[in-house]
């Protein structure tokens, strides 16, 4: 079924990093009209671009939100159970509203353990983490609202990277200033599949419009993945974290199992007077386990189906540095002039 012109796209979790870009780019490409739904409005959103807020895990309130939507993009990431809460509500209401698809959000994490080249059949292996086993669960619910007769369509996106990601830009680039990652022998010899923000955009943008795609699973990488150890050596020089030091596995497995309980417990105590980000992030055996990890996501059914483009690690590298050092500048700035404010009052 080809989309309608000016088909309104609901996104949901418009507030997060991947939302509010997906909204941004509806809005931009003209052919559609972009929906943000959020819990609360604390965001500046473009002004041509409409905000609807509600709870997204209650089905009246959603079912409200949904009037006038063709397509919905669930992008929702909380917590495990408030994602498969919202993913509930929103097959139940869909039930009702009829909506022409839905493209949902999932992740590689479904793959848990998996080793080697991973097709959308391959299963998960174990051990599986709270967020993938939620993922597994919304991926489900999916599967049974196409069986009673729904258009959907599922992405499995690898590690999301680019300028304004938190977890696999920002996060990394402080370990590696910081002196706490950098070349990680064999403990960094596993594949770094990533997936640079603009391809997976559109990516989502190609499984709104894409015909006969209806009950897919695609997965969305890098078809081609470094090593971690080559992707975080380069990462270190683009944002200047030089010299890169090499570690030994031995100090790996001590951040990973004694460094970071440590560093969960002081963030906890820490949180409630509002010193928790002072608490340095924690290398958790997880994050351990996934640059040793052996796995690469074959993404030639996206290339088919999707068209689904691939963006050079050297340009994504590139841009997302240079947000890195501005925002590192940016920061250093701000902390300057508060500083000299202070040193002013205290002069008076």
């Known amino acids: 079924m080809m989309p309608p012109s000016n088909e309104t796209v609901l996104v949901m979790g418009a507030a997060g990093y991947i939302g509010s870009r997906v909204a941004k780019r ?7 009209i972009p929906v943000c739904l959020v819990r609360r409005t604390s965001r500046v959103y473009r002004t041509n671009i409409e ?29 495990g159970r408030a994602m498969i809460a919202a993913t509930s509500a929103l097959y139940n209401v869909a039930r009702r509203h009829r909506l022409r698809r839905i493209v949902h959000l999932s992740s590689m994490a479904v793959y848990g353990s998996a080793a080697g080249l991973v097709t959308e059949t391959t299963p998960g292996i ?11 669960v919304c991926e489900e619910l999916t599967h049974k609202y196409l069986r009673d007769g729904g ?22 680039a402080r370990l590696l200033h910081s002196s706490r990652i950098g070349d990680l022998g064999p403990a960094g010899d596993g594949f770094c599949n990533l997936v640079y923000i603009d ?11 894409a015909q006969s795609v209806s009950g897919e699973t695609f997965n969305i990488s890098d078809p081609d993945p470094p090593t971690w150890n080559e992707f975080l050596i380069r990462f270190a020089r683009a944002i200047g974290a030089t010299p890169v030091e090499r570690f030994s596995q031995r100090r790996i497995r001590a951040e990973a199992t004694v460094v970071a309980p440590m560093l969960r417990l002081a963030k906890m105590a820490a ?40 963006t050079p690690l050297e340009h994504a590298l590139e841009q997302t540095a240079q947000w890195i050092v501005m925002s590192r500048l940016n920061k250093a700035n701000a902390s300057q002039a508060g500083n000299s404010m202070l040193a002013r009052r205290v002069h008076r």
């Open 26 to 32: 509806l809005a931009l490409d003209g052919r559609m």
């Open 51 to 79: 905000v609807r807020v509600c709870d997204a895990t209650r089905e009246k309130e959603l079912g409200e939100a949904l009037r006038g939507i063709d397509t919905v993009v669930n992008c929702v990431g909380a917590g």
């Open 126 to 136: 174990p051990p599986l983490n709270q967020y993938a086993s939620a993922k597994l």
């Open 151 to 172: 258009d959907a369509v599922i992405l499995r996106p690898s590690c999301v990277f680019g300028p304004g990601d938190e977890q696999w830009a920002a996060r990394l």
């Open 199 to 209: 391809d997976l955009i559109e990516a989502i943008v190609s499984a709104i419009t």
């Open 271 to 310: 949180a409630p007077a509002g010193f928790g980000r002072l608490v340095p992030e924690a290398i958790t055996p997880s994050l351990a386990r996934l640059w040793r990890q052996e796995i690469r996501l074959d993404t030639t059914k996206a290339a088919d189906r999707l068209r689904a483009p691939h």
